[in-house]
Nanobody
Framework: QVQLVESGGGMVQAGDSLRLSCATSAQIFSRSMGWFRQAPGKDREFVAGINWRGDSTIYADSVKGRFTISRVNVENTVYLKMNNLKPEDTALYYC??????????????????WGQGTQVTVSS
């Protein structure tokens, strides 16, 4: 089992940018990775995913064009760059790892390992 530790969250104003990091305890080069988020009173939702090679990405419509997921396998780290943040982006952001060699998907059940989350708060 791999341990995932998110960082980089904070309190920002609308229009600002943040970059979240997800550091892992083991090599993740063969595992697709995803970012999810959960706002207060809402279900956790998919944000972005990236395949193990880093050459295929998927995004939720709500963040497409503003967020970018990337990975540096030699560093065992996945990133989420968030630009033009909006108050509706306020949530606890989670990093997750899929099963080995599986593709990145939008479904929570396809991810087997999860971090504890990092809080992002965007004020208007």
């Amino acid at each position: 089992q791999v341990q995932l530790v998110e960082s980089g969250g904070g309190m920002v104003q609308a229009g600002d940018s943040l970059r979240l990091s997800c550091a892992t305890s083991a090599q993740i080069f063969s595992r697709s990775m995803g970012w999810f988020r959960q706002a207060p009173g809402k279900d956790r939702e998919f944000v972005a995913g990236i395949n193990w090679r880093g050459d295929s990405t998927i995004y939720a419509d709500s963040v497409k064009g503003r967020f970018t997921i990337s990975r540096v396998n030699v560093e065992n780290t996945v990133y989420l760059k968030m630009n033009n943040l909006k108050p509706e982006d306020t949530a606890l952001y989670y990093c997750a790892a899929a099963r080995q060699n599986d593709p990145a998907t939008i479904f929570e059940y396809d991810y087997t390992d999860w971090g504890q989350g990092t809080q992002v708060t965007v004020s208007s």
